[in-house]
């Protein structure tokens, strides 16, 4: 399971850090680094307001976009016979390696 919290509309990874015993919340799906510390939900919830601000205002300053930009296509290293058998289990489907592949991810991603 990962822990995330929403932040002002931004998804953020929440870890356990032992060595400072706090909680270290970092956004993802931005163009930087974004991350903030607390002690509880409470904390984060503010720190994580507060950081996600200041790197959205630097952003603005310096004119670039604050979010990463996706091109809608990566590539998949996987052995030849399990690309074997996704292409089949595709075809058998009737759907193409793209359709089936990308059904599988958007289920794991509960969209």
Do not use: W
């Amino acid at each position: 399971m990962i822990n995330q919290m929403t932040i002002n509309g931004v998804k953020a990874v929440i870890t356990y850090d032992s060595d400072i015993d706090l909680f270290r919340g970092e956004f993802i799906g931005l163009n930087g680094g974004a991350d903030f510390y607390a002690a509880d939900a409470e904390g984060l919830r503010r720190e994580g307001s507060i950081s996600l601000q200041v790197f959205m205002d630097a952003c603005k300053e310096d004119g670039v976009e604050p979010f990463k930009a996706y091109s809608g296509k990566f590539v998949l290293r996987i052995s030849p016979d399990d690309h074997a058998a996704v292409s089949r289990a595709a075809i058998a489907s009737g759907k193409s390696l793209n359709q089936s592949v990308a059904e599988v991810l958007k289920q794991a991603t509960n969209q």
